[in-house]
């Protein structure tokens, strides 16, 4: 059995003793402002009862104006303060502790109120902030001290500041914000000085026992960032002034280089960490892409860090303590960073929840109950909708037979995983086949399931995905034209130049497999820093290198191209579309919207443009690649249909418009919580 002696180990801060080196990371959820505070009190007694030493709420606004956007919950009245009680009982009575963030947003803030130390407007937001003048600075600080104090008449264990990401307090100490001539700007020493008194009266509120952790900006990756001697500098300077843990931020809201997403290698950022490491005395947190025990281990193995922080896999799994320490940490559901569920939900305004575990955020309203009658239950298709279902059920009790016609699970998973940049898929199959085998679900791989297979099953669940559709292009049938599945799960030979039919998230995803050469610069950080000019802090200010991005050179020359004229990959995830657009814009991808498909020949893909089919052009390619959108695959639905079996339909079986991985598992889940 693997042990996580690093991880596992205790860590002692003087008035209290965490069990673990494993901080729940901040996150937006949307709950609060949901105003159910059992569900608030359920979402993180859930993660209490999973083992984890340490959680942070979402970010808590110190005031009106500092609220991420109008409304944005905050300890502003006694209510509040109740409301909050709610939550740190229940996780107490679970045997957790919760730390609350205070979150000022400054100029980040949605909002016309919104204030900075500068009147400059962020690229992400619409609103100009107002500069503040002395007397405003002082409200900010009292706010957050007052904020502090009120956390704790709450029974939180502590809280964070949020000094990092971009926000407030981060917006004073870099020239980029702060163009100050008063003593609040101007001199490195000015700059500090409100992330310093901010944490001093803070902890002038808070008493000396109560965790205060400090979440500072270690790499900004924006121009005129801070150069790692200052951020050295504000590490000495926070401890100093009282807090009792320093957390890890890197990079800006505003910045262009990924930090969080898939793509981005594992653990990408704690080399930057591992540099603070002997500068303090208090212990210091690492985050971003660490997602699994053993990276987390490894982590603190090498000496990056005392503590690591993960936010997004406590959502995949609110046991992933739990399960590291009793010897199953292949059980734990896998974060795969795709944002899909949790930030790109925030962003559109709507509770987070997680692409793998659609019970996160919805723990009071989807509980899985064990069945009252164990039924049998067989599910066709073990794609993600099938799998969600057939574990679900399998999880309340029922006996499950899963079939495909495949020779191993995952479905269109399995496409995803090839992609360069999606390694994480690997990581959910592989913890799909493990909790098949552990839940005890009958799997008949290679078998083409019948409506004669399906007798004497109580529930029948057809999952049986999709099939490509067929954009019924003259010419698509020559020996120049292939599809997506031909491509990566085929292997399909491609030529030099490419043109692929269709801007979705596949066209999308096989114009990155087409141009990537060699190895994916997920699995190889040096490349990948080198891909999105990230350089050492310690050698350039903010982390940016001066010579810009420097990827790869593309294996194909390839042009996508779509019938709608808007812009292409408009549509992906909204907190991970520009990375996609980015990564293939720097591959010299050509993108051509609002075509009309005249035909294909051996010069390649003849196009029109708008509805007189004007500019006749020839794409001149040597392959063509459908990537044209899908179609549900119901053969086997029909069938029980005309012979009035019951069943359920789900995923892209039922739906195949806008058909995604996220509402597939949901679907999944929802459905085999009702059997
Ligand atoms: P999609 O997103 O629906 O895109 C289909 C593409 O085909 C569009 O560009 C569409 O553009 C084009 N198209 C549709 N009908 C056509 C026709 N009759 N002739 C020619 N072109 C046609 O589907 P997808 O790319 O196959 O992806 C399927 C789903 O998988 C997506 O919805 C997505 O949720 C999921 N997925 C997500 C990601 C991700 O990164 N998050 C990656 C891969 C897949 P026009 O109609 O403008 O031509
Ligand atoms: Fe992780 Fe995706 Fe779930 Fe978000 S939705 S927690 S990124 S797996």
């Known amino acids: 059995m693997q042990t996580y002696p690093h991880l596992l180990a205790p860590l002692d801060l003087g008035h209290v003793t965490l069990p673990n080196r ?118 900010q600080i009292a706010d957050i001290a007052t904020a502090a104090a009120r956390a704790r008449e709450a029974g939180y264990d502590g809280i964070e500041v949020m000094g990092s990401e971009g926000y407030f307090l981060n917006q004073f100490l870099v020239t980029h914000t702060n ?103 208090i212990p210091v947190v690492t985050s971003n892409r660490i997602n699994t025990p053993e990276v987390a281990e490894a982590v603190l193995a090498d000496g990056c860090a005392d503590m690591v922080s993960m936010a997004r896999p406590f959502l995949a799994d609110a046991d992933f303590v739990a399960k590291a320490q009793a010897g199953r940490a292949a059980q734990i559901a896998p974060c795969i960073a795709c944002n899909q569920a949790c930030l790109d939900h925030t962003f559109a305004g709507k509770l987070s929840s997680c692409l793998v575990n659609p019970r996160a955020c919805h723990e009071t309203e989807l509980p899985i109950i064990a069945a009252e009658t164990p039924h049998r239950v067989a599910v066709v298709g073990a794609g993600p909708a099938g ?38 898929f690997h990581g959910l199959v592989e913890w799909y086949e493990t909790m098949v085998a552990a839940r005890g679900v009958t799997l008949r791989l290679n078998c083409d399931a019948t409506p004669d297979d399906l007798t004497g099953f109580d529930d029948i669940i057809i999952a049986t995905g999709v099939l490509p559709r067929d954009p019924a292009i003259p010419g698509q049938d020559g020996p120049n034209v292939v599809n997506y599945i031909d491509v990566l799960r085929h292997g399909a030979a491609v030529g030099d130049r490419v043109a692929l039919i269709g801007a979705g998230g596949i066209g999308f995803d096989v114009a990155e497999f087409l141009t990537q050469a060699g190895e994916s610069p997920t699995l190889n950080l040096d490349e990948w820093l080198a891909e999105w000019g990230v350089a050492d802090p310690a ?66 893909l003849h196009v029109t443009f708008g509805e007189d089919r004007r500019d006749p052009t020839c794409i001149e390619v040597d392959t063509i690649v459908l990537c044209a959108g899908q179609v549900s695959e119901r053969g086997l639905a029909d069938q029980l249909r005309e012979r009035g079996i019951a069943h359920h ?27």
């Open 22 to 139: 494993v901080l729940m990371g901040s996150m937006h959820t949307g709950l609060e402002e949901t105003k159910d505070w059992n569900r608030v009190a359920e979402f993180y007694a859930a993660r209490a009862r999973g083992g984890v030493g340490l959680m942070v709420t979402g970010g808590m606004a110190p005031n009106r104006e500092g609220g991420v956007f109008p409304g944005a919950a905050g300890l502003f009245t006694p209510d509040d303060i109740a409301n909050h009680r709610i939550v740190t009982d229940r996780v107490h009575g679970d045997g957790g502790r919760i730390a609350m963030q205070i979150l000022h947003a400054g100029r980040y803030a949605y909002s016309p109120e919104c204030v900075a130390p500068s009147a400059i407007k962020s690229p992400i937001s619409p609103f100009r902030p107002k500069e503040l003048d002395e007397a405003g600075i002082e409200k």
């Open 179 to 281: 163009k100050r001539t008063d003593g609040w700007g101007g001199s490195y020493d000015n700059r500090m000085r409100l992330p310093i008194e901010v944490v001093r009266r803070v902890r002038a509120a808070v008493g000396a026992d109560f965790i205060v952790i400090y979440r500072l900006s270690m790499i900004d990756l924006i121009p005129d960032g801070s150069t790692w001697a200052e951020v050295v500098t504000l590490a000495r300077a926070i401890e100093t002034a009282g807090a009792s843990i320093l957390n890890t931020g890197i990079g800006w809201h505003e910045a262009r280089i990924p930090t969080i997403a898939t793509s981005v290698p594992r653990r990408a950022f704690s080399w930057v960490t591992k540099k603070l490491m002997g500068e303090v005395g």
């Open 387 to 424: 799998l969600a279902a057939a574990l679900t059920a399998a999880e309340r009790g029922h006996a499950v037979t899963l079939f495909d016609r495949a020779g191993r699970i995952g479905g269109q998973l399995n496409m995803a995983r090839v992609i360069p940049g999606k390694e994480e």
């Open 539 to 604: 050698a350039q200010r903010g982390g940016i290198a001066p010579e810009g991005p420097q990827p790869e050179k593309p294996a194909r020359q390839v042009t996508l191209v779509q019938r709608k004229a808007e812009k292409l990959g408009k549509r992906l995830g909204k907190t991970t579309g520009w990375i996609h657009r980015a990564t293939l814009a720097m591959k010299g991808v050509t993108m051509i919207g609002g075509v009309n498909y005249e035909r294909i020949d051996a010069r390649g």
């Open 649 to 675: 339909v789900i995923g892209g079986a039922d739906v195949a418009a806008e058909l995604d991985a996220k509402r597939a598992i949901d679907q999944g889940v929802r459905l085999a919580a009702t059997l």
